[in-house]
């Protein structure tokens, strides 16, 4: 099956995708920040032989998507949840599982905030946090370059040390995604922290996954360079065996699917079938 490469707007902004395989069995993938929807490669060939479908986008101001007209209102996590939202409904994919990384993963529980229609939640290289700021003091560690996360104009140098610790601590970055790095409009990272910082409009997210009472998998690697491995540990889940939904990948850091991505393809596969199967 092939996977094809699509573009759209969104009311004032431009959209590139990715979308093959069945709209009512789509897994909904969410890149992190400064990254695309590139990242999710090792994935999608495992993903469509298996017979579910795919939707991939490059978030604005990233990858071949536009940057935004608004950035202080457009680069936040409630208007990315709103495109992602948006670009579900206008190419008709139903009741999806979401799978988002770092960025991504926080995405897809703002769009679990904001409607119970997803049949199932994939996340990593993403704590869930609370609205309460000790939770990101708790969950998210100071590395060398996590200051990078909100500035728009870091250096060459700053950004691709931050880069390389986005895609881990076992792998060299491929070139086009790195290219996607630099290529990311600055303004989307310095504005959506401080939007964050201001907590408006956004959920609970610790509330959210703990909560949570379909098919739930967070997968978290002990070498994150940027979260706290022992954070996960503290979450407690309304149902099911926190040993089938918590998965740590030993000597991983920050982007399993990319350096674990077989591992990480079997885990997935495994949630995406129970999630279709209720």
Known sequence: MTLLEQELSIGTQHIAYYSSGPMDRTIVFIHGNSSCKDAFQRQYPAVLEAGYGVLALDLPGHGKSSDAP?????????AYAEIVQALCRQIGVINPVLFGWSLGGHIALQMIG????YAGLVICGTP????????????????????????????DTRLAGYIADMYGTTTVVPEPLLQAGFRTDGRSRANMVAHWQTGAGLHDQRAIVEAWNKPLLIVYGTEDAFVSASYFESLTFSSGEPGSTLKMLDQIGHAPFLE??????????ECVARSFAT
């Open 70 to 78: 608004h950035p202080e209102t457009d680069y936040t996590l409630p």
């Open 114 to 117: 904001n409607s119970a229609h």
């Open 128 to 155: 869930p946090i609370g609205l309460n700021p000790e939770d990101a003091a708790l969950a998210f560690l100071p590395s060398e370059f996590s200051a990078v996360t909100g500035e728009e104009t870091p250096g």
């Open 260 to 269: 674990a991505p077989n591992v990480f393809n079997d885990l997935l596969i």
